[in-house]
């Protein structure tokens, strides 16, 4: 096992979320971003992830000029918090431009709009100091499979993603891959997808991805074998832990809390990789319950850390050796009852 190393957490101002949901309005009023970076810091966080529009809102109405000079002032605000900016993610599902999608519209005024904006999410990472541009393809996929050209559609991906990669040699891009939701099927549903279309760019070795558990899980597989997959390749560059309760909309619910066992495995498999170690950090992508009261609105993301770091105390003093033998023997069946015992003990 590779030597033991500290982790870094961070989470996004979406993470403190109102409680609306598809059937229902908010039931916790908004918060100010100012606020939300404080209670940020009170929790000992040391990062927010930003999507563009978090950074500057309203970003559709604003210049280049004053985009740059808005992301700026942000970036001396964090720093006076000392908090650091982990990724910076365009947008792309809000606006009029998206709604058949953003780089795979049909529209080519709509593909433009969404590489300008992209450009722009790119423009204010840098200037928040990180390299790291986060692509949730959230409505590149199609309602109706006949509505759109699947593999025209990758050509258009390619394209957004080098016209990224050209506009900042420094920049990398993290796909984050989801199977469906808001789509009926998505174009990059897992992370093998993501590791095959980042080959056919024009700087493949900047192309990486961002497991989410919750995305895992929904495409019917094991959240650590996607992390070990992605580790493989040297390119699991951001992560976003969270849980899920089986085939159903996208919950987000708190690290661990519907399937321990699997949370276990996601903690291993990043102590076993080294995840971390080039600076990665820990993201949480939980939301509150809806029926959370204002004043535990943080728990969903303090628990989180709880869990992880519990579950860390876990991974670290498992029985490997006694694993390995029992592997050896393949004696699964105690195999089995160790992990569960292990989880079990006090
Ligand atoms: C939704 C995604 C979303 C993204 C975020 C950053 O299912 O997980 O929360 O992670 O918008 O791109
Ligand atoms: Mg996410």
């Not at 809102?57 to 992301?71: G, H, L, T, Y």
């Not at 029985?319 to 105690?334: G, I, M, T």
């Amino acid at each position: 096992m590779a030597k033991k190393h500290s982790y870094k957490f961070c989470f996004g101002p979406w993470n403190i979320s109102e409680g609306a949901d598809p059937y229902g309005p908010p039931t916790r009023s908004p918060q100010t971003f100012d606020w939300k970076l404080d209670q940020l810091k009170a929790l000992g966080f040391d990062a927010m992830m930003f999507h563009d529009d978090d950074a500057v809102p309203d970003i559709d109405a604003k210049s280049e000029v004053q985009i740059r000079k808005e992301a700026r002032a942000l970036k001396r605000r964090l720093d006076d918090a000392g908090i650091a900016a982990e990724m910076v993610a365009p947008r792309l599902w809000f606006a009029p431009q998206t709604i058949d999608g953003a780089y795979t519209s049909n529209d080519a005024r709509c593909r433009k709009y969404a590489i300008e904006r992209s450009l722009r999410s790119i423009d204010i990472a840098r200037i928040m100091g990180t390299d790291l541009v986060v692509l949730w393809l959230a409505r590149e996929g199609s309602y109706i499979r006949e509505s759109k050209n699947a593999r025209r559609c990758v050509d258009y991906l390619v394209e957004a993603f080098d016209a990224m990669l050209a506009h900042d040699k420094r920049i990398r891009l993290a796909i984050e891959p989801k199977p469906n939701e808001p789509m009926d099927v998505a174009y990059v549903p897992t992370i093998g997808h993501a590791l095959a279309i980042a080959q056919l760019t024009r700087d493949p070795k900047r192309v990486g991805c961002l497991i989410e558990s919750a995305h895992a899980i929904l495409a019917g597989l094991d959240p650590s074998d996607e992390i070990d997959f992605a580790m493989a390749f040297n390119k699991l560059w951001s992560l976003h832990l969270n849980d899920q309760n089986g085939l159903k909309f996208d919950q987000d619910k708190p690290f661990g809390s519907a399937n321990l066992r699997v949370a276990f495995n996601q903690v291993r498999s990043l102590e076993q990789n080294g995840y971390g170690r080039n600076g990665e950090y820990i993201c949480f992508d939980v939301h509150p319950f809806r029926t959370t009261s204002e004043e535990h609105w943080l728990a969903h993301l303090d628990n989180s850390r709880r869990t992880f770091l519990r579950l860390l105390e876990k991974a670290r003093s498992f029985n490997d050796s006694e694993a390995k033998a029992l592997v050896q023997k393949r004696d699964y069946a105690a195999l089995d009852q160790m992990v569960i015992e292990h989880l079990l003990s006090k």
